[in-house]
């Protein structure tokens, strides 16, 4: 058993006590890599979803405090993003699964980067932490962080895993 997901069984059994290593869930019409903006690889295809802000849990907060909403952050980097004149502060969820049995595919390191005029400072690298929304099955891991965007404002989002690049073209909530 991979160590993170040894931990996240201990510390938050609601979320995904039963959770499996990868790949956790095949992708069907309701799967993590279904819904949202979809772009595929040679050997992956990903989901970006963004949306509202989340306020981020550790595994021991959500334990401790019964919280019922919102994302556990299972490991990687969350940012501090300032909200610059003009911009907003949304969640980027990007879901990746497996091309040929549409499985969640964890333990990843994509890098993620976000470009285009709706962008609040052109190019910029988002740190890719490891979430799971509270209270939802192993199958909703995914990856992503907080970004300053123009409401309405066109961006490109590049999604790299394991050396395979898809590109997003999306437009930031209002």
């Known amino acids: 058993m991979r160590p993170w997901l040894l931990v996240l069984a ?3 059994p609601a979320v995904c006590a039963a959770a499996p290593a990868a790949p956790a869930q095949r992708s069907g019409s309701a799967g993590p890599c279904a819904s949202g903006t979809i772009a595929t690889t040679a050997a992956y295809r990903l989901a970006l979803v963004i949306g509202p802000r989340k306020e981020m849990y550790l595994p021991s907060e959500v334990k401790a405090r019964q919280i019922k909403s919102g994302e556990i952050m299972l490991g990687g980097e969350m940012t501090m993003v300032d909200k610059l004149p003009g911009t907003r502060i949304f969640s980027l969820d990007v879901h990746i699964c497996t091309k040929s049995s549409g499985a969640t595919v964890t333990g990843l390191k994509p890098r993620i980067v976000v470009s285009g005029a709706g962008a609040a400072m052109g190019s910029t690298n988002v740190p890719s932490a490891i979430m799971v ?3 939802k099955p192993a ?4 990856y992503g962080n907080d970004v300053a965007l123009k409401p309405g404002g ?5 999604v790299t895993v394991k050396g395979q690049s898809a ?3 999306a437009t930031a909530p209002r």
Do not use: E, K, P
Not at 139 to 142: A, L, R
Not at 154 to 158: A, L, N, Q, S, W
């Open 139 to 142: 199958s909703d891991y995914h």
């Open 154 to 158: 066109r961006i490109t989002v590049t």
């Open 133 to 135: 929304g509270v209270g």
């Open 10 to 12: 201990m510390l938050c």
């Open 167 to 169: 590109a997003f073209r």
